[in-house]
């Protein structure tokens, strides 16, 4: 299994309500839950404001998340 490291982007597999794709999460920590658990702290790439936490186990799951690569300023 693939660690979840800081700086990945993952999107939510499943398409918005209106069929657009669903928005890039940005990893920006990594930490052990009083539970046990790993999470991920992570913000939307385009509201950097927007933040939520998730289980590490949650982002590699091929069936809600995908993993993404961040765009290179060369080809934009």
Known sequence: ???VIAGQRF????????GHPAPE???A???TGTDGIRYARVYSA???HN???LSTAI???KRRFVQVQA??????
């Open 1 to 3: 299994m693939n660690k």
């Open 46 to 48: 385009s509201s950097p």
């Open 25 to 27: 999460w940005v990893i």
């Open 71 to 76: 765009k290179s300023l060369d080809s934009v």
């Open 51 to 53: 933040l939520k936490t």
């Open 11 to 18: 999107r939510d597999v499943a398409p918005t309500v209106f």
């Open 59 to 61: 982002l590699r799951d």
């Open 29 to 31: 920590e990594v930490f």
